[in-house]
């Protein structure tokens, strides 16, 4: 693989409706990775890396132009291919909480809930952007104010994320927001990958270890019931690296309820406190030999196998988005926090910082079965 040069270039992607320009970061890290970020929804809308043989290839969901994330087709099934979410990932029983008292409700989006931030969540917001290059590598950093009461939640919220694409070949995504009223905060990324490329097919061979002895089951509406429920012997163990099929059709409720895998995994921190990084997840794809490790400072991780995929999508390589064709690993609060005493509090105050971080690793291996 020839080296090259690390580089950031802007290029104009698209034009909102209103007539607000939406401007596409190309970020190379000069190791052979490079990806686009655009200033809508501070959505990664490609990510290349080479597969064990040097093979080049796009890897995440998503469209190659501002119309496929604006379509009708595109809201109406509304994967969130690619982008930041907030203020809220994942969902918030009944769009309602309490907070000091008050009872807020919030947009709800998902039947009678609210998912990844309501009707127009950060995902379908205009971030101002810049680039920069460090020691650490190039990147582009977003911005987004939510204003008080936007989506129903309280305080105005200034968001920052960075994306940084390193010459170790991690992509870090760095958060930040404060607020001036309490309000929750659970911010995540939502790029949907396969590993064998983009268009390429099912997921299900993939291999995946989740260091995680725990789950968050769910109603059948995908509101947690507040339990954490051990996965030993369970379809949920993914603590040794087991496909992604291997037993996604057993007869168990909770693949019922999710149609797959769509659960909120608790990850073990070991003596690692909260705020520190520890390994969430490792994937491997036996075909490409691609392998993607995360890790987060963040307390679980949403595993989504790509189950409301149903074909209706043609992406950017014209190829369409068949049920179970990408993954994601959201790294997160657990869902439904703000009613849900037992989980880990997401309610950011006033004069505190919202931090967190996640970083995916990407490298190859050779050996199919290895894990
Ligand atoms: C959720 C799924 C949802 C998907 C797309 C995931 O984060 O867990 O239930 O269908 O996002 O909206």
Redesign the pocket.
């Known amino acids: 693989m020839t080296t090259q040069t690390p580089s950031v270039e802007k290029q104009r992607f698209g034009q909102l409706p209103d007539g607000r320009k939406v401007e596409a970061y190309h970020l190379r890290n000069g190791h052979g990775i490079d990806m686009t970020v655009i200033t809508y929804g501070g959505i990664i809308t490609s990510l290349r890396t080479p597969d064990a043989q040097g093979n080049v290839d796009d890897i995440v969901l998503g469209f190659d132009s501002l119309e496929g994330y604006r379509s009708d087709a595109y809201r109406q099934s509304?994967?969130?291919f690619g982008a930041l979410?907030g203020r809220y990932?994942?969902?918030i029983a009944e769009g309602r909480f309490m907070l000091d008292g008050t009872t807020y409700e919030l947009a709800t989006n998902?039947g009678p809930h609210h998912?990844?931030g309501g009707d127009k969540g950060f995902d379908k917001r205009l971030w101002q952007a810049h680039s920069f290059e460090n020691d650490t590598g190039v990147g582009v950093e977003l911005r987004y104010t939510s204003e008080d009461g936007e989506e129903g939640y309280p305080g105005r919220l200034d968001t920052r994320v960075t994306y940084t694409l390193t010459a170790d070949d991690e992509v870090i995504i760095d958060y930040h927001a404060t607020t001036d009223k309490a309000t929750p905060v659970n911010l995540t990324q939502?790029s949907y990958f396969n590993l064998a490329g983009e268009g390429s097919g099912s997921i299900v061979d993939h291999r995946l270890m989740l260091n995680a002895d725990a789950f968050t089951p769910v109603d059948d509406t995908?509101i947690p019931t507040g339990e954490l429920r051990d996965v030993a012997g369970t379809p949920f163990d993914f603590r040794d690296a087991t496909p992604i099929g291997a037993r996604i059709g057993e007869e168990n409720t909770q693949l019922v309820y999710?149609q797959g895998y769509?659960h909120n995994f608790v990850l073990v921190r070991d003596d690692a406190s909260a705020g520190e990084l520890v390994t969430a997840a490792r994937v491997v794809a036996p075909q490409s030999g691609r392998v993607l490790e995360i890790a987060t400072t963040e307390p679980g991780i949403?595993f989504?196998s790509g189950?409301?995929l149903d074909g209706t999508l043609i992406g950017k390589g014209g190829d369409a988005y068949e049920k179970r064709s990408g993954f994601?690993l959201?790294t997160q609060h657990f869902?439904d926090s703000p009613n849900q005493a037992g989980f880990p509090s997401t309610i950011l105050a006033p004069g505190e910082t919202y931090e967190s971080r996640t970083v995916w690793r990407f490298s190859t291996q050779r050996d199919d079965n290895a894990s």
């Open positions: 509304n994967p969130y979410i990932g994942n969902r998902d998912l990844h939502h995908l999710g769509d949403q989504y189950n409301f994601a959201e869902p």
